[in-house]
Nanobody
Framework: VQLQASGGGLVQAGGSLRLSCAASEASGKISRIDDMNWYRQAPGKERELVATVTGGGSTSYADSVKDRFTISRDNAKHTMYLQMNSLKSEDTAVYYC??????????????????WGQGTQVTVYW
């Protein structure tokens, strides 16, 4: 299983960006994706959890992004999104996605694992 994050970029403060994180089957077949998360890491800071969407669609957010960011998922496409509005300079970071995935491998066995995407840079300027 591979996760591919995309959608980052350079945006003026107050603007918006939409990040995507798509899970694909390097080999085998995805059976189920449970929790999907967005993290971010700013220079010199620890990685922090930004938002979570469960397999049932429940969502939760860090206080710093509540009411500005919206996490969602499309189970048919194995894809998660993060709509970021009213961006601030302090949102500048590399954004990473991860997901808890149950997959059927080529030997016909179920494997559960947590997978990470490669990160996408978000830079907010004045």
């Amino acid at each position: 299983v591979q996760l591919q994050a995309s959608g980052g970029g350079l945006v003026q403060a107050g603007g918006s960006l939409r990040l995507s994180c798509a899970a694909s089957e390097a080999s085998g077949k995805i059976s189920r994706i449970d929790d999907m998360n967005w993290y971010r890491q700013a220079p010199g800071k620890e990685r922090e959890l930004v938002a979570t969407v469960t397999g049932g669609g429940s969502t939760s957010y860090a206080d710093s992004v509540k009411d500005r960011f919206t996490i969602s998922r499309d189970n048919a496409k194995h894809t998660m999104y993060l709509q970021m509005n009213s961006l601030k300079s302090e949102d500048t970071a590399v954004y990473y996605c991860n997901a808890d995935v149950l997959a059927l491998n080529t030997r016909g066995e179920f494997e559960a694992g947590r997978y990470w995407g490669q990160g996408t840079q978000v830079t907010v300027y004045w």
